[in-house]
């Protein structure tokens, strides 16, 4: 085997130093973390956005249906639940407690089935 490598050839190694300064590395590592904050954090708030939305709406027909004495609705995330991490409908009613309807799930959608205990036989 050859030490000639054809790619290498008018490559002179450097003295260990970086390329770029030292006074544009920092604003060079700012500059990109906050482009990939560009990025990312559009995407983070339109699925937060998205995620309330759907929440709301669900929780609405879902209290509608189930619990029409109730004065209104809340829809909520919460990491500590009965079903684990997950969106909440609560069912408001005047003089009580608000009463939790049911879980809408951790990524919200159509209403779920309705609950047996809701339901006037």
Request: proline residues 12%; aromatic residues 8%.
């Amino acid at each position: 085997m050859t030490d000639y490598h054809p790619e290498l050839d008018g490559y002179e190694p450097s003295d260990g130093r970086p390329l770029a300064s030292q006074r544009l590395l920092k604003p060079a590592r700012i500059l990109i973390v906050l482009g990939i904050l560009g990025l990312v954090l559009p995407g983070i708030l339109v699925t937060m956005s998205t995620a309330t939305q759907t929440a709301e709406r669900s929780c609405s027909i879902v209290v509608a249906r189930d619990a029409p004495y109730a004065m209104g609705y809340d829809a909520r995330f919460e990491l500590v639940g009965p079903e684990g991490p997950s969106w909440y409908c609560y069912a408001l009613v005047q003089g009580e407690d608000e009463e939790r309807i049911g879980s809408l799930g951790p990524i919200p959608g159509p209403p779920p089935a309705p609950n047996p205990d809701f339901i006037d036989a």
